[in-house]
C-alpha cells in the first residue's frame, strides 16, 4: 500500500523557518520523483519544488527561489524541503506527491 505522510508543519512567525518530512512507503522510491504542492485558503493547488531521487535533480516555483530547498534520503525513504525566510503568502496546506499518490497534507501557518 503507497503511503505518504508529511510533518513538520506548524506557526511561525514571518522570517522564520520550517523543515516538513515525507515519508514515503509501498514502492521503489528511488525511481520517482517526488514533489511537494501547497494550497492556500481560497486558492488553487501550487506546484512548489520538487527532486527527482534517482538522478538528485530538483526545480523550485519562482515564488520560492532562494528560500526553500528541498532533498531527499534514500535510505529513510525521506523527502525533506526546508522553508526559511518564509512570508506570510506561503501559508498553506503543503502536500507531497508522486502525482499519482498524495499525502494528507501538513498545515503551514506563517503569521506576519
Known amino acids: 500500500q503507497v503511503q505518504l505522510v508529511e510533518s513538520g508543519g506548524g506557526l511561525v512567525q514571518a522570517g522564520g523557518s520550517l523543515r516538513l518530512s515525507c515519508v514515503a512507503s509501498?514502492?521503489?522510491?528511488?525511481?520517482?520523483?517526488i514533489a511537494w504542492f501547497r494550497q492556500a485558503p481560497g486558492k488553487e493547488r501550487e506546484g512548489v519544488s520538487c527532486?527527482?531521487?534517482?538522478?538528485?535533480?530538483?526545480d523550485y516555483a519562482d515564488s520560492v527561489k532562494g528560500r526553500f530547498r528541498i532533498s531527499g534520503d534514500n535510505a529513510k525513504n525521506t523527502v525533506y524541503l526546508q522553508m526559511n525566510n518564509l512570508k506570510s503568502e506561503d501559508t498553506g496546506v503543503y502536500y507531497c506527491?508522486?502525482?499519482?499518490?498524495w499525502g494528507r497534507g501538513t498545515q503551514v501557518t506563517v503569521a506576519s
Open positions: 527532486i527527482s531521487n534517482s538522478s538528485g535533480t530538483t
Open positions: 509501498g514502492f521503489t522510491f528511488d525511481d520517482y520523483t
Open positions: 506527491t508522486t502525482l499519482t499518490y
